[in-house]
């Protein structure tokens, strides 16, 4: 057959020495760090609406890039030409998932049934792209933000069609989730928000999200769903607020809602830091909750006030990520792509080359993080920085024994407390340069 890609072959790893843009430096997939091959610890997905759909429109101008593969946009034709590409690229990559929202597969038609016909006829031939290069789905979703029907949201609708349009999607999408055997579900709450509450009962909305994603969880594990249901946080864009704000505020969610049972966290890097966290910070409180599911792996840019999906190149960002989930026992998902190249980088290199890049930091990030672990600076200052709660009354407080009384006396015994430990904090960034820029 002919390939989409024919002047691009495999991706080898040639280590970090090597000079070849097309080669990794660092993801070496066999690579057993802390127990695990790399690609265990790294379940790359590629993200089929950037990498297959987008072709860098953005509001002063049209795309750059030629995502036709072929085919007549449009068609069918051009959507199994998407999977010819898609499964081509993943397969020189060495990226063994992928992820998908409906309309990414195929073109919308008028009428849902015959939306429904196109997407059977095309994850049929999905499957058999799937069995014969062991490619897995790694999560599936419904677009339910980018038609004008959604402009008020989808769960959050005033509108009952629209909210029954919104369900009819989730069912079809878990239906093809399940057909391809994917993890997990998402929901990113693309226009689940407001722009003005002047004109908007927001308790009404949350009710009507909650009972949504009720309905998805019942449904889905009717149809046999073993995997998991995700939310990804995002603070605002398109809507100016979006209820599932951060990780803090969606784990409320989800258990305000009874929920907690069925869904996680999918926490995407360039999300957090548009809610004024960090990557890592929104990885933490997931860990901590037990909800840390599954990353969508970019990075923003700090300058920059939106969501610019750029593919992960920070390594300090991308070591504290796989810091977070080496700590938490790895992801219950996997690592999805959420990134397209820049306008300007618009050829089919550039595509290997962009996935390359975010391979090769998150591979560097993984073995930065080892390396901090096994070092264990970092870990060693943290147990000391509280060790005063292994004293008795210590004890007592964490148990959830002790007074108010009891510690007001000792208060008062005391007269007053010495000043706590330090922080530390530069000789703990110092410790992380040394480990990340051993010379
Ligand atoms: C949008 C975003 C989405 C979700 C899936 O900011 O991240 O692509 O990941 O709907
Ligand atoms: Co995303």
Request: charged letters at 25%; one cysteine or more.
């Amino acid at each position: 057959m002919n390939e989409v890609f024919g002047s691009i072959s495999s991706i080898p790893y040639e280590g970090p020495q090597s000079k070849n843009a097309l080669a990794f430096k660092y993801y070496d997939a066999e690579r057993v760090i802390m127990g695990k091959p790399m690609k265990e610890h790294l379940p790359f997905a590629m993200a089929w609406w950037h990498t297959l759909v987008a072709t860098g429109t953005d509001m002063f101008g049209p795309g750059t890039a030629d995502k036709s593969f072929g085919a007549k946009p449009g068609t069918m034709e051009h959507a199994k030409a998407k999977v010819d590409a898609g499964f081509e690229l993943m397969k020189k990559l060495g990226i063994r998932n992928f992820c998908f929202h409906d309309v990414d597969l195929v073109p919308e038609a008028d009428d849902i049934k015959e939306t429904n016909r196109r997407l059977d006829e095309i994850t049929d031939y999905m499957l058999i792209k799937m069995k014969e290069t062991d490619i897995q789905c790694l999560w599936g979703t419904a677009n339910m933000f980018s038609n004008p029907r959604f402009m008020n949201g989808a769960g959050s609708s005033n509108s009952v069609d629209v909210y029954c349009f919104a369900a009819a999607q989730i069912k079809k999408a878990l239906d093809l989730t399940v057909k391809m055997g994917g993890k997990g579900y998402v929901f990113w709450g693309g226009r689940e928000g407001y722009e003005t509450l002047l004109n908007t009962d927001m308790k009404f909305e949350q009710e009507n999200i909650a009972n949504l994603m009720h309905m998805a969880v019942d449904y889905g594990r009717k149809i046999g769903f073993k995997g998991t249901f995700l939310i990804e946080p995002k603070p605002k864009e398109p809507m100016k607020h979006q209820y599932d704000y951060d990780a803090a505020t969606a784990i409320g969610f989800v258990r305000q809602y009874g929920l907690d049972k069925d869904f996680m966290m999918n926490i995407e890097a360039n999300h957090a830091t548009l809610a004024g966290h960090t990557f890592q910070h929104d990885l933490r409180v997931s860990a901590i909750n037990g909800m840390l599911g599954s990353v969508d792996a970019n990075t923003g840019d700090l300058l920059l006030g939106w969501d610019t999906d750029e593919f992960p190149n920070n390594v300090y960002d991308t070591t504290l990520c796989m810091y977070e989930i080496l700590k938490a026992g790895g992801l219950k998902v996997g690592l999805n792509f959420d990134a397209k190249p820049r306008r300007a980088s618009y050829t089919a290199a550039d595509l290997f080359e962009a996935h390359i890049l975010g391979m090769d930091s998150f591979a560097l990030g993984l073995i930065k993080a080892a390396q901090l672990i096994e070092d264990g600076r970092l870990d060693g200052f943290v147990k000391e920085r509280y060790a005063g709660f292994e004293s008795d009354l210590g004890r007592q407080i964490r148990t959830g024994a002790a007074t108010l009384e009891q510690l007001a006396k000792r208060a008062d015994e005391m007269g007053r407390p010495d000043l706590p430990g330090s922080g530390r904090q530069e000789y703990l960034e110092g410790v992380v340069n040394n480990i990340l820029f051993q010379g």
